[in-house]
């Protein structure tokens, strides 16, 4: 039997995960006694090599991708700043496409280096989700034009879990000359995912988001795709990012990702059934709940919100109590900013403050929903009765 965590309640795997202890078996003897460069000629370096390779190959079959098409990077962030502004440059050199196509839903990942790329001599359109929490093709093609380089979907919206139409949105895109990337950071092992049955021309994963280290990414490049490498030096990952590879990470993403193909169905099964049971106790057992994002969804995610009530303050309380979730507001530089996602799905700004966003994953039990639901009314209705406007505004 797998160790529980010792946090009493964990419910933001969005976030994190902790690492699987099949998975630290799996990478620890390439952080002691297989140490090696995998750049090095002797027995120590190809041994290292060998492995790499291996992992390369094991991702690579995951993701319906040849091992070729894999650079290994440090994180999901890496491989979304790397995507953008790499192939946005390379097809402004080649192509003179300065046009790119974002939504407005996507991770900071994506959005910072559009931005980039928008003062850099690049055209940005963001195109917004509706209120389903979809990105809804039609909308896409209508943001298109004869000179769009790149468009950027994420595969689930990381706050509100919702999958987007990817085959749809990369044909809109392919219909155009243009080229799509996709964050699929959150939808790696979670739902089937295969690039090449969506037509994705890149895509990003993170080793962290399905139970291994945190500093292990991936970028899909799909072979011919122009790309200017980000990181420049000694040439390795086919001269697509420098840097001696951590042959360790790469090992656990491998290793990861097999347990999560391996396991997907039961565990989508059993986390959406778990998440419903999040969802209709709220929404039953607390007035003036909503749920975000009608879409379809990922297993095991919902964002919630509770009108009156503010998310932090609500984390915090929660978080006394042993149970760590997620909001969808971010306290930065002394101001209060509501989710850029809710606010993109038409959530008005004053009840995005109030969201909560709950993931739930490998180590969440009937016992974890039992007390979440247990702890969150209490919390709710002591907070509401200290917000003056509550009532005039929603009612008791």
Same mark, same amino acid.
């Given at each position: 039997?797998?160790?529980?965590?010792?946090?009493?309640? #964990?419910?933001?795997?969005?976030? *994190? *995960?902790?690492?699987?202890?099949?998975?630290?078996?799996? $990478?620890?003897?390439?952080?002691?006694?297989? !140490?090696?460069?995998?750049?090095?000629?002797?027995?120590?370096?190809?041994?290292?090599?060998?492995?790499? =390779?291996?992992?390369?190959?094991?991702?690579? %079959?995951?993701?319906?991708?040849?091992?070729?098409?894999?650079?290994?990077?440090?994180?999901?962030?890496?491989?979304?700043?790397?995507?953008?502004?790499?192939?946005?440059?390379?097809?402004?050199?080649?192509?003179?496409?300065?046009? /790119?196509?974002?939504?407005?839903?996507?991770?900071?990942?994506?959005?910072?280096?559009?931005?980039?790329?928008?003062?850099?001599? !690049?055209? &940005?359109?963001?195109?917004?989700?509706?209120?389903?929490?979809?990105?809804?093709?039609?909308?896409?093609?209508? %943001?298109?034009?004869?000179?769009?380089?790149?468009?950027?979907?994420?595969?689930?919206?990381?706050?509100?879990?919702? /999958?987007?139409?990817?085959?749809?949105?990369?044909?809109?895109?392919? =219909?155009?000359?243009?080229?799509?990337?996709?964050?699929?950071?959150?939808?790696?092992?979670?739902?089937? !995912?295969?690039? +090449?049955?969506?037509?994705?021309?890149?895509?990003?994963?993170?080793?962290?988001?399905?139970?291994?280290?945190?500093?292990?990414?991936?970028? #899909?490049?799909?072979?011919?795709?122009?790309?200017?490498?980000?990181? $420049?030096?000694?040439?390795?990952?086919?001269?697509?990012?420098?840097?001696?590879?951590?042959?360790?990470?790469?090992?656990? !993403?491998?290793?990861? &990702?097999?347990?999560?193909?391996?396991?997907?169905?039961? =565990?989508?099964?059993?986390?959406?059934?778990?998440?419903?049971?999040?969802?209709?106790?709220?929404?039953?057992?607390?007035?003036?709940?909503?749920?975000?994002?009608?879409?379809?969804?990922?297993?095991? #995610?919902?964002?919630? /919100?509770?009108?009156?009530?503010?998310?932090?303050? $609500?984390?915090?309380?929660?978080?006394?109590?042993? /149970?760590?979730?997620?909001?969808?507001?971010?306290?930065?530089?002394?101001?209060?900013?509501? +989710?850029?996602?809710?606010?993109?799905?038409?959530?008005?700004?004053?009840?995005?403050?109030?969201?909560?966003?709950?993931?739930?994953?490998?180590?969440?039990?009937?016992?974890?929903?039992?007390?979440?639901?247990?702890?969150?009314?209490?919390?709710?209705?002591?907070?509401?009765?200290?917000?003056? &406007?509550?009532?005039?505004? #929603?009612?008791?």
């Amino acid at each position: 039997m797998m160790h529980r965590m010792d946090r009493s309640v #964990y419910m933001d795997y969005a976030a *994190t *995960t902790p690492v699987d202890p099949r998975v630290t078996d799996a $990478m620890l003897p390439y952080l002691t006694e297989h !140490f090696g460069n995998p750049n090095s000629l002797y027995t120590l370096g190809r041994d290292a090599y060998r492995a790499l =390779e291996s992992a390369r190959e094991s991702i690579a %079959a995951g993701v319906g991708a040849q091992p070729q098409e894999l650079v290994f990077t440090g994180c999901g962030t890496e491989s979304d700043n790397s995507a953008l502004i790499g192939i946005s440059q390379m097809a402004a050199e080649r192509k003179s496409r300065r046009h /790119i196509v974002v939504s407005a839903f996507e991770h900071h990942a994506v959005l910072h280096p559009a931005e980039w790329l928008a003062k850099n001599g !690049f055209d &940005l359109t963001i195109v917004s989700p509706r209120a389903d929490g979809v990105v809804h093709p039609g909308d896409l093609r209508a %943001a298109l034009r004869d000179d769009t380089a790149l468009v950027s979907v994420m595969a689930a919206n990381n706050e509100i879990g919702t /999958i987007q139409p990817l085959a749809e949105l990369a044909e809109a895109a392919h =219909e155009r000359g243009a080229l799509f990337h996709t964050d699929a950071v959150q939808a790696l092992g979670k739902i089937p !995912f295969d690039v +090449s049955e969506v037509g994705v021309d890149a895509a990003s994963f993170s080793a962290h988001k399905i139970y291994g280290p945190k500093g292990a990414g991936v970028l #899909y490049l799909k072979k011919g795709t122009p790309f200017r490498p980000l990181l $420049m030096g000694g040439g390795q990952e086919f001269k697509k990012r420098s840097g001696t590879q951590n042959v360790a990470g790469a090992v656990a !993403f491998a290793k990861a &990702l097999e347990l999560m193909l391996a396991e997907q169905a039961d =565990e989508a099964e059993r986390l959406s059934a778990l998440r419903d049971r999040v969802v209709g106790g709220v929404l039953d057992g607390i007035a003036n709940t909503r749920l975000n994002g009608t879409g379809p969804k990922l297993p095991g #995610y919902a964002n919630l /919100i509770m009108l009156g009530c503010e998310g932090e303050s $609500m984390l915090l309380q929660l978080d006394s109590k042993g /149970i760590a979730v997620s909001t969808g507001s971010a306290c930065s530089s002394g101001s209060l900013e509501p +989710s850029h996602v809710l606010l993109a799905i038409g959530c008005p700004a004053e009840e995005a403050h109030g969201s909560l966003r709950v993931t739930l994953g490998r180590f969440t039990t009937d016992e974890d929903v039992d007390r979440f639901l247990e702890v969150l009314p209490p919390i709710v209705e002591r907070l509401r009765s200290m917000n003056p &406007l509550y009532e005039r505004m #929603y009612g008791a």
